[in-house]
């Protein structure tokens, strides 16, 4: 669309809405993607014999439909929210960082180690939790930079590699017994740390015997602003934008790109952290050997389906949180498997990915060259 049509008062009648839909449905592609998702996941319970109204009425009912199930959502997409913002920076600096998960559990356990071995007050041992975690996840996170930058190994084969090292590396620390690492002596049997001070457990109000909603979600709003604000506004936002669009310009303009992957995969680890050390100061105060599986790998979904947009991640994590939350009354009350939801968020994800399929159906505009870079430019780029 160009500027000329994009400035004018569009043409009253049905000619007008057909300009305003071509000058805004390109922004809906998400929404479009989500809802056709749910169109083919209808048809599949159908075509099952499944009664597909039943089934999304629970799943709207389980994620949204009360108060306890918005706190358990908004609980549930916390981590998604975080993660999924450890994800987009990235992306922005044309790196694909799928370490997520293996940066979690780096905080975690560093959020662990905080809150079983120091003594502080609460208003200094939950900020004292949240850097430990940020750190835990920098550290982790900056290998990865460092051999990117340094020896050009691709950042998708360190990150995954680096999240068998994480998970591997916590559960050993776990469950060792001789000697005691992170595991409770006092509780052998149970495949957990020892619970974190209850002086670095992030303060909330109880909904119900089993939810409790903290202040994580505070904490992931201002991760979402000071993201926005870092990409946007700051000079380290504009070279780390620079970078991940053209590396070569980038250099012709002086920027340091080894330092700037170094310093993007490091913030996306310190977000990663911060996630891990939410999860375990506002919902578990422990650390168990299967405590993130699989979140560091839906948070590239929930990144990808905000088209790694800092505020669109808020809302992309709280469908995913919903979908999660949701799944167990629409199983319930549709009789399905629990594996329907999970077939539902990868048609989400496939139309995300393969948009020009949702562009087609929707007759919406193919995207103007070079839009499509931010996300593929992690896979090929330099």
């Known amino acids: 669309m160009d500027q000329a049509v994009e400035g004018r008062a569009p043409t009253p009648g049905p000619a007008g809405f057909r300009e305003y839909y071509s000058r805004y449905a390109p922004y809906l592609v998400p929404v479009f993607a989500v809802f056709t998702a749910l169109v083919v996941g209808a048809l599949m319970i159908g075509l099952t014999g499944g009664d597909w109204l039943a089934a999304y009425i629970g799943l709207w009912e389980g994620s949204f439909g009360s108060p306890t199930a918005i706190a358990n959502t908004v609980v549930r997409a916390t981590p998604f929210i975080i993660a999924g913002l450890a994800v987009a920076v990235a992306f922005k600096a044309g790196l694909f960082n799928i370490g997520a998960e293996g940066q979690l559990y780096a ?55 680096l999240n068998y090292i994480a998970i591997r590396l916590t559960d050993w620390l776990i469950k060792s017994k001789n000697p005691y690492l992170l595991g409770d002596p006092a509780d052998p049997s149970s495949a957990r740390t020892m619970y974190i001070a209850e002086t ?56 340091s790109v080894p330092k700037t992957i170094i310093l993007a995969m490091a913030f996306a680890g ?106 593929s430019k992690g896979w090929g780029g330099g």
């Open 107 to 161: 905080g975690a356990v560093c959020v662990v180690l905080a809150g079983t071995l120091l003594q502080l007050p609460p208003v200094i041992h939950i900020p004292v939790g949240i850097m430990a975690g940020a750190i835990g996840g920098a550290a982790w996170a900056s290998i990865a930079g460092f051999l990117k930058a340094r020896t050009g190994a691709h950042e998708v084969i360190n990150t995954i590699m």
């Open 200 to 255: 670095m457990r992030l303060p909330g109000f109880r909904v119900s015997d089993t939810i409790i909603l903290h202040l994580g979600i505070l904490i992931a709003i201002g991760l979402v602003f000071l993201v926005a604000w870092l990409l946007n506004r700051t000079t380290i936002g504009f070279e780390l934008r620079t970078v991940g669009s053209n590396p070569n310009a980038a250099r012709y303009a002086g920027i």
């Open 270 to 375: 310190a977000l990663a952290g911060i996630g891990g050390a939410g999860e375990v100061m506002g919902v578990r105060y422990a650390l168990s050997t299967d405590f993130f599986s699989g979140l560091g790998f839906d948070a590239i979904a929930v990144a990808l389906l905000a088209r790694a947009n800092p505020i669109g991640i808020v809302f992309s994590g709280l469908l995913w949180g919903g979908l999660l939350t949701g799944a167990r009354l629409m199983q319930v009350r549709a009789g399905l498997s629990i594996d329907v939801i999970k077939i539902v968020q990868a048609l989400i994800i496939m139309f995300v990915a393969a948009d020009q399929i949702v562009r087609f159906i929707y007759r919406i505009p193919r995207r103007p060259p070079g839009e499509e870079t931010m996300i």
